[in-house]
């Protein structure tokens, strides 16, 4: 009885490693073909959830034009974009990266997890980049008042501004730029301005479109990388010129 047990056991653990590794758990395979047809470095990768990948389905030109790369993943939690941070990011040489995360470790997609653990995975993320060359940006949680997808989490909205409270301290602390999605997109009671979400945790066309000048704002502020942002050129001909300076 007791071999018959261990050798079930066996089958099952071998079974769910096998399972385990076929699904790939932090989903390598999503991106790794648009990775591999890339002819040149984007100037900015968007390493994300649900709300990145949406972005670009929503408003592709945006990342076209710019030459951005998308690399959002829906219902990824912060430790899986971690475990493809080399291959989705570091790999693609970019001058920066806008890491905006949370929620769904906030849902609970792999399990409880509190708000200190996910923001200590967004800063393993910052701190991978700088490592690595490539500038970060902590964007803040969107506003959600809901998890629509599971309704047992409670208090979101202050789960939401506890995260963002920790990433937008760690960013003053450190000179990392904080990009503020949640101001411009909040009701005074926390939750996603109903003008901008089809479902109140994600944005619509009309949200992004808010969160765009945002975002291009604040890849502006200290080294100039976005082609739509103003004076891009005539920032960049005078980087160029000081570099040559004798």
Sequence with gaps: ???LFLTLAAVT????IASAQAADWANHPRYAAANAELTQAPEVVFMGNS??????DHHPEFFTDNNFACRGISGQVTGQMLCRFYSDVIDLKPQAVVILAGVND?????GPMD???????????VELAQ????????ASCLPTDTIPWNPSVINTATHVVTLNTLLS??????GITYVDYYSALTTPEGALNPEFTFD???PNRAGYDVMEPIVLKALKHDTMYCKNAPDWKKAKKQKHHKKHKH
């Design 13 to 16: 653990a071998v079974s769910v």
């Design 169 to 174: 301290d760690y960013a003053a602390k450190n």
């Design 200 to 202: 109140r945790l994600h």
């Design 131 to 138: 490592q690595h060359g490539i500038r970060p940006l902590i």
């Design 51 to 56: 709300i990145t990948d949406g972005w670009d």
């Design 1 to 3: 009885m007791k071999k």
């Design 115 to 125: 708000a200190q653990h996910i923001a200590e995975n967004i800063f393993s993320m």
């Design 106 to 110: 906030i849902a609970g997609n792999q």
